[in-house]
Each structure stands twice: as C-alpha cells, then as structure tokens.
C-alpha cells in the first residue's frame, strides 16, 4: 500500500529512452489505447531516429538528453540496450518527479535490479518482438496478449506498481510479477537459450550444404521454425548473454546432457528409448503450452493490508511464483491511512481459492467480493 492518492493524472505526461521497436511499440500502442496520454518524449541516440518516430506519431516530442525527456514525466520507460540501462536509470531518476514510475524492458532483471535502489524503480519485460528491428516497425498490437513481467522489490510502492501493471494492461499485455533472479533463470530457458540453439544450428546445417561435395541446400519449415531468431543482432545480444551468463551456462550445460541421452539412444539403437524421449517432450511441450481460456469468469478477492512499503510487492511476487494471473489490481487506502485494501481480480474459480490460501498464509485477511 501506499499514502499517495491511485488517481491518474488527467493528462499523463510518458517518457520513452531508446525508440526502437519495443520502445516505439510503446510509445505507439499508449498514444493510441490510453485515454488521457498527453506528452511522449522519446531520446535516442541514433541519427534519425526521433525524425522518424515524429512522422510515425510514435512520440509527440523529441528530447535532446534523458533528462530532457524524464524531466516531469509521470512514467519512464527505459528501452536502450541491456548495458546502458542503470546509467539511463541514473541519469532520469535524478530529474524525476517524487511520483513519478521508471521501468525498463530489458531481458534480463537481476543486474538493473540490483543496480538501481530508488523505489520509483520497478523492473519490467514484456515478452514481445519481432525479427524486424527499429522504429519503423514500431506497432500498435505488439503487447497484445503478451506476457509482461514486472519485478518488484520490498522497497517498490504500492501505487507504483499498481500504475504500471495497469499501463502494461492498458497496452494489451498480461502483467505478471516475478523476482527478479526467478525471471533470469526462466529467461535462460525459454528466451535466451533457443537463440543459442538458433545460431548453432544454422552454423551446424551451413556446415553441411556448403561443402563441394554437391549436397543440394534444401531447407525445410522445421529447419526454419527452429532457426527463426539465429543471427540476431549481435551488439543487444551479446549484451543480454553476458548479463545472465550464470543462468545461461547451466541451461547450456543441461540442454547438452539431454542431447546426448537422444546421442546415446540413436547409436545404440535404442527404438524404445528414442520413443520414451520423445513422448517426454511431447507431454512437456503440452504442459509448458496450456494457457488460461479466453472468456473464463473473473473472481474479485479484497486483501485487508497495513499501509506499510513492500506489502503488495510480496502478495504480487506470491502469487505470480504460484503461477496465478493477475487480470487487474486496485488500492483502497483508509481514511486514517493506516491500512486499506487491496481488491485483485484472478481468472477461474480454483485460481481464486489458490489465491485465498496463498494470501491468507502470507497473514492477511481476504474475502471474494
């Protein structure tokens, strides 16, 4: 919870730090799907690049410095290469506003987390992109449906994160808060190691139908699906590897371990094997695939809470562990503000009761509304 009030100013001022793709897609989509948007600043240091995003309508105004941009902006997202975010981090909080929000949406959150202490701060990343990169391709429904991961700390406010779960929100996304350290380790897996993947398997075909042996380069849509992100661009992702480098190594090392269970098997012959493998993946690709349907009923739940710092971090980071969704979130401070509520919205009936247990572990009281 927090003392300050949850109402959102009537023309809110964004400011955008690196206009790419994700950064103009922000830019673009909260233009476009929020009402009351007023100003967007963007900077980048790129020639051309703000230009551009003032034709496209992805920014209203184009700043000289991070600082010109941030100065008096409600919310800051910083979208520059994972590198530059703590020192773009620096460089706005020192001229933001005490109420102000500054995000980023960089792949990896334990470095920028740790980096940077101030409680305006609240890491984020959604999980959007697209093989075209720059402001050129900057587009409306990038967010749509998207999973966008917010990660709290003890010392984030309750207004605070409130605001940005319902920008992300607001922007078609599913915000879906997580500690950082768990977002690295399943970043790791699902992100950063598939384009590890990607680039050893182009290299590892290019090998073999490039030699002078006449071996005819024919690539099929498997080859394509799987390679899909190899050779992406090298200065962002070299960036990204480096900064979850002890969480990347380890899932190297375990992806290599069950290729050569699948190597043991094809040379020894093992036909049942190979079928025990492979219907592993099978049900493991369902399981990791099942989502919440679209349309199931939403569960209002009312958390009585102290006003204290850090409180609806730990419910947020609680519930998202467990992996329950968030669908909306609201604050309700008392008159004496001392306490208040927390009302949370949840898909489908046994998602509500988990969400009951879970709270009420954690000591609050909570009640369906």
Partial sequence: ???????????????????GLIGGSVGLAARRRIDGVGEVAGWDPAPGVLDEALKLGVITRAAQSPEDAAANADLIVLASPVATLAENAERVLAVAGPDAVVTDVGSTKREIVAAVGDPRFIGGHPIAGAETAGVEHARE??????????????????????????????????PH????????RLLADISHLPHVLANALVTQAAGSINT??????????????????????????????LSNHD????????????????????????????????EQARADRETLLERDLVGEEVFELRVSVPNQPGVLANITLAL????????????????????GSISLW????????????????LGFPVARA
């Fill in 320 to 339: 998202g562990k467990a992996g329950i969704n968030i669908v909306d979130i609201a604050l309700s401070p008392a008159a004496d503000m001392r306490s």
């Fill in 212 to 241: 002078e042996d006449g071996s005819i380069a024919v690539v099929g849509p498997s080859f394509r699906d799987a390679t899909r992100v190899a050779g992406a661009n090298s200065s962002i992702w070299r960036d990204i590897y």
């Fill in 247 to 278: 969480a990347l190594v380890p899932a190297i090392d375990a992806v290599i371990g069950r290729l050569s269970e699948f190597r043991d098997a094809v040379k020894s012959g093992d036909g049942d094997e190979i079928v025990r493998l492979n």
């Fill in 1 to 19: 919870m927090s003392d300050e009030s949850t109402a959102t100013p009537e023309s809110s001022k964004i400011a955008i730090i690196g206009v």
């Fill in 141 to 174: 429904d990038l967010f749509e449906d998207s999973t966008w991961f917010v990660t709290p700390t003890p010392n984030t406010t309750g207004t605070g994160l409130e605001r940005l779960m319902r920008f992300a929100r607001n922007l078609g996304a599913q």
């Fill in 346 to 361: 949840v898909p489908g009936e046994e998602a509500a009761t988990r969400t009951e247990n879970l709270i009420s572990e």
């Fill in 177 to 184: 808060a997580v500690d950082a350290a768990d977002h690295d």
